[in-house]
């Protein structure tokens, strides 16, 4: 018995012959009974999962996805994570082009990719997921493997209905395996194929012919998870890694003194007034930038602070750094053994949503620091990102490239400090009777 024994139209049997007109094209032909029809989709759904290496992953569904990512995350990570969400889940439907998703590790790049392979294998859809090693370890064994040949194991990836490669960048980058990988992917670029890649690596990471395909807005639809591992500890902070906030959690505006009751010069005091009210209005909706000025003690780096801990209290991204802490980070990308590249550090620092550059100007002005912080300072102006700016230099020590975009007022408040360090009492103004 086939079917089911029960069945009153095939009598178990699991085929039937229905009434058709002579010249019908199913006339006299054997039909699979409905009784069966739902084991056969069984049997098809369970051998497309054995094919797409989705066994393993059944579990990451959109339904298992927690919509707007852990507890005690901010309203703009959290939008971030939901926006991300249903972006696959309208490509799982649709199935148009290419899909990028990027972010850092432990964002749910993986679980979303897994979900739209999941959701269409039990549509039907032959997918094959596959880990970036995974697939040019697969392609490897085929030299030693008697049952199948490279070719048809070659065919078999870059023909797949729906091809998603997970943790791409994570390779051996050999010549050979860089060829591989942009043979499929130029396969199914020229083929109009569908493509779910996920990476940890910016876009100027990535080899350059398969970053000209991947950059194509016709073509490629992009996702970026901005939110923090969501494996890390439930109190992680969610900050980037470079951002020494943490140092400065206590410097908010609450704790910030105004040095009313000290006897200094009215004009002095109107400055730093001044300072701590344009901080409290930018914190609130940060556009354009400020560069705070003054001497070393005077408040710079607290208003500074106060910003990016009232803007990181709300969940949005913030990157606090020290001038020259920044550049001991981005020199140590040029170890060997570091895990990060220097394109992907300086992209991080340069795009942040909100960048504040603590005590500018107290590093060492040589050729490869002028050429940096004028990249920086120069996609910034031009992108016009929020940007909070320190310095107790004088405007005229100050690399000219630099100055000239600090001084546009199109894009930047410069907002002078003028009252005397609030440390050693000695330097304190007082007003005669």
């Known amino acids: 018995m086939l079917g089911d024994p029960n069945c009153p139209y095939c009598k178990g049997v699991g085929y039937l012959r229905e009434d058709h007109p ?25 051998r497309l999962y054995q094919f797409s290496n989705l066994d393993e992953l059944e579990h990451l569904t959109f339904e298992s996805f927690t919509p707007r990512g852990r507890m005690g995350l901010g309203e703009q990570q959290q ?31 993986t679980h979303l990719a897994a979900a739209i392979g999941n959701e269409c294998a039990s549509r039907g859809i032959s997918t094959l997921f596959l880990t970036v090693p995974d697939l040019l370890d697969s392609l490897r064994f085929t030299f030693s493997d008697k049952n199948t040949s490279f070719e048809q194991r070659f065919n078999e990836i870059r023909n797949t209905p729906l091809l998603i490669l997970d943790d791409f960048g994570t390779q051996s980058a050999t010549d050979w395996a860089r060829e591989k990988l942009f043979q499929i992917l130029n396969y199914r670029y ?34 970026f998870i901005q939110a923090p591992d969501y494996r890390r500890p439930v109190d992680d902070s969610g900050q980037h890694e470079l951002s020494s906030l943490a140092l400065h959690s206590r410097q908010t505006f609450g704790t910030f003194n ?43 780096t607290h208003i500074a602070a106060a910003i990016a801990n009232y803007r990181a209290s709300q969940g949005f991204t913030v990157i606090f750094v020290v001038v020259p802490d920044m550049l001991d980070h981005l020199r140590a990308t040029f170890n060997p053994a570091s ?58 020590e100050i690399d000219p490239r630099l100055r000239s975009r600090m001084r546009d007022q199109r894009l930047c408040q410069i907002k002078p400090i003028t009252v005397p360090s609030y440390r050693g009492g000695k330097q304190r103004r007082k007003l005669g009777r």
């Open 79 to 109: 939008d971030s994570i939901e926006r991300a969400r249903n972006q696959a889940r309208t490509y799982a439907e649709t199935l148009q082009g290419w899909l990028l998703i990027q972010g850092h590790f432990g964002v749910g790049k």
């Open 258 to 300: 105004l040095r009313k009751r000290e006897r200094l010069d009215p004009a002095d005091q109107r400055t730093l007034e001044e300072a701590f009210k344009t901080a409290k209005k930018f914190a609130e909706d940060p556009e354009g930038w400020i560069v705070f000025t003054g001497t070393y003690g005077c408040g710079k």
């Open 190 to 223: 020229i083929n109009k194929l569908p493509l779910v890649v996920t990476t940890n690596l910016m876009l100027a990471e990535i080899e350059g012919r398969i970053r000209s395909r991947l950059s194509d807005p016709d073509v490629v639809a992009h996702i």
């Open 339 to 396: 895990s990060i590249s220097y394109d992907r550090r300086f992209e991080e620092i340069r795009t942040a949503p909100l960048l504040i550059l603590d005590d500018l100007g107290s590093q060492a002005m040589k050729p490869w620091v002028k050429e940096k912080l004028y990249q920086l300072f120069n996609y910034r102006y031009n992108a016009t990102l929020p940007t909070i700016i320190t310095s107790s230099d004088q405007f005229e």
């Open 22 to 46: 002579v010249g019908h094209p199913n006339f006299g032909k054997l039909e699979i009974c409905s009784c069966r029809s739902e084991a056969i989709r069984d049997r098809i759904r369970s």
